[in-house]
């Protein structure tokens, strides 16, 4: 935030108060303390207005790098992040209720990883350490799709999660959650 801005909106705000002190003892009946107090709350919103967009990273304008005229005044998506969804191969099926024996669908775009792994975890609510029901490893050959048959071995009905994580061969025991979803077993 610009300096001057900054003295110029606490001047212009010290000057509304006034204003609105003089309406307040007249009675509101003054038209000229009416009409400026009026005026400066029109400037005290510009002047808002003003200093929000030049506390914004303009590049090129206001200290901004590269000139390329973005205007950044929140944090960018990141960028190369996955982007992960999971669906029922049938069209029909709910992907919340699962039931042994149906296939999900898993694609993955914008991918920097070939290894992934796909976890079913027992459990309510966003907790990762939950019983685990399933797991299958995805590697990626052309696409980052895959078809997984979701089936388990152990009598489980109720909540559970679906993760998929990306496999980080350097860092083993950092393995990220890429996608969370929260689906029933029927």
């Not at 909106?9 to 400026?36: H, Q």
């Not at 496999?167 to 077993?185: F, M």
């Amino acid at each position: 935030m610009k300096t001057k801005f900054f003295f110029i909106y606490v001047f212009v705000g010290i000057a509304f108060l006034g204003a609105c002190l003089w309406v307040f003892l007249t009675g509101g009946k003054n038209a000229k303390a009416v009409n400026a107090k009026y005026r400066l709350g029109g400037i005290v919103l510009t002047a808002w207005a003003i200093l929000s967009v030049v506390s914004c990273d303009v590049p090129g304008i206001f200290g901004g790098e590269d000139g390329d005229g973005m205007v950044m005044c929140y944090d960018p998506a990141p960028m190369n992040y996955p982007i992960i969804s999971i669906k029922t191969v049938d069209s029909q099926q709910k992907i919340d209720e699962l039931k042994p024996g149906d296939t999900i669908h898993v694609k993955i775009e914008d991918s920097t990883m070939d290894k992934y792994l796909l976890e079913v975890r027992a459990g309510d609510g966003y907790d990762t350490t939950g019983e685990l029901l399933q797991s299958a490893d995805l590697i990626k050959e052309d696409k980052a799709e895959f078809d997984v048959v979701f089936s388990t071995d152990k009598e489980y009905k109720g909540p559970a999660l679906i993760l998929v994580r990306e496999i980080n061969e350097e860092d083993p025991e950092n393995n990220n959650v890429l996608g969370l979803y929260c689906v029933t077993i029927i």
